[in-house]
């Protein structure tokens, strides 16, 4: 009896051990695709990380992308007529943003857009074509994220100068809609592009 106990034991691991491969096997494309774009993912959020633990803030304050940042913003919101000016945050690691002498923003480092552009090239190099076509379209599509960034918050920050009790559905709804919603387009426009490359050269 304890034998087949044992036997029964060792014939279901190996139908488990079956089942697990034939899994494998089927959804491989689906396995290497997630585990390309942790890999990416993750390795490039540690560098990102790496960057901003050696940014002391002394002469780009908080940290360079981020002064950068809120600079060409405020260049942009002046080239629509207001006076925009930044200055550091004395309470937290930030950039004050002033529209007319007036505090409307702080822009952090997560309005840098870096975090965003780490998601889309994870995404991009997990679904890979050719080394050319895939640099040139991360390259591409980096530099639109990081302009529609800008663009979205010298928008930001003359809405909330005009309608500052609208802050919650422009800084939570809207504008993050825009941001992820071109990165989602951009996705799409990659897939799209890429399968039907598979399916030319297949």
């Known amino acids: 009896m304890l034998f087949l106990d044992s036997?029964?034991?060792?014939?279901?691991?190996?139908?488990?051990?079956?089942?697990?491969?034939?899994?494998?096997?089927?959804?491989?494309?689906?396995?290497?695709?997630?585990?390309?774009?942790?890999t990416v993912y993750i390795v490039l959020t540690i560098c990102y990380?790496?960057?901003?633990?050696?940014?002391?803030?002394s002469k780009y304050y908080p940290d360079y992308l981020t002064n950068l940042v809120a600079k060409q913003s405020e260049s942009l919101i002046n080239t629509f007529g207001y006076n925009a000016e930044i200055a550091p945050h004395p309470d937290e690691p930030s950039m004050k943003m002033l529209v007319n002498s007036k505090f409307v923003a702080t822009i952090v480092e997560g309005c840098n857009s870096i975090s965003v552009i780490i998601l889309f090239i994870s995404f991009v190099i997990a679904f890979a074509g050719k080394f050319k076509a895939t640099f040139i379209y991360i390259l591409t599509g980096s530099?639109?994220?990081?302009?529609?960034?800008?663009?979205?918050?010298?928008?930001?920050?003359?809405?909330?100068?005009?309608?500052?009790?609208?802050?919650?559905?422009?800084?939570?709804v809207i504008f993050p809609m825009i941001i992820y919603g071109m990165v989602f387009l951009l996705w799409m426009f990659w897939v799209n592009r890429f399968s039907k490359k598979k399916k030319q050269h297949a």
Do not use: M
Request: net charge positive; charged share 15%.
């Open 143 to 172: 530099v639109l994220i990081y302009i529609v960034n800008l663009i979205r918050i010298a928008i930001l920050s003359i809405g909330l100068y005009n309608y500052p009790w609208r802050q919650d559905i422009f800084h939570k």
């Open 7 to 38: 036997f029964c034991i060792i014939l279901t691991e190996s139908n488990l051990l079956f089942y697990l491969k034939a899994l494998l096997h089927k959804y491989k494309s689906v396995v290497k695709f997630i585990l390309t774009f942790l």
């Open 49 to 57: 990380k790496l960057y901003l633990d050696v940014s002391d803030g």
